[in-house]
């Protein structure tokens, strides 16, 4: 999970491996922020699969490589 | 996970912050009742273990040990796993940051600002290797 200057960076990083899923810097930014946002709250309780889902989909990171064990 | 193993995370978490390094077991209640709750948690992916000596390796989103992901929020600096996690510790903290990286093919710095929840370089991208359903197969690689 790294953060690249371009396409052309990652292509080059990747070589022969098969590509994963790249996203901008805002949208990781608002995935990062659903994502922790209640992470040291003191009534902290672990997100359910549903919830962390829905996050997802909120910000359209959907489709098969997106599917949450 | 029950309530106590939910107050002992609160509890390694609270630790974690305030002093920003994490608990030896002592630190956070009788030791062999720690390390029993952090094995737990660490089955319900609430923590990271390094499996081999029951050191806490993560808090997600922040990283016990130092990585690439330099983080600077709240006055203090900190180390996040991976990129969605360094920007995570400004959510968590519920802060402004910067982040200091570098790009893993030309080893160039990356750095840039989270103000009110928004990065200050727009240009960047970022890149998942792993599909999501194999994240927690090894969590440390991903």
Known sequence: MNLFRSEEHIARWLGTREPGATIPL????????AWWDDRIAPDWAPHTREQNVAILERLGLVGDFWELA | MDDADLDLRRRT????????RAPAPAEVGEPDDVVAGWRRLHDAHALVLNPA?????????????PTAYRVE???RWWYGNCAWDAI?????????????????DCGEPLAFDVRDGRPSDESLLFHVLVPARHW??????T
């Open chain 1, 26 to 33: 805002t949208k990781l930014t608002e995935l990062a922020f």
């Open chain 2, 13 to 20: 978490y609270a630790f974690f912050v305030e002093h920003r």
């Open chain 2, 53 to 65: 000596t029951d050191e806490l390796r993560m808090l997600n989103p922040f990283s016990c040990v």
């Open chain 2, 73 to 75: 929020a709240n006055v």
């Open chain 2, 88 to 104: 995570g510790i400004c959510a968590a903290l519920h802060s402004d940051g910067r982040i200091e990286a570098s790009c893993p």
């Open chain 2, 136 to 141: 927690w197969d090894d969590i440390v690689f």
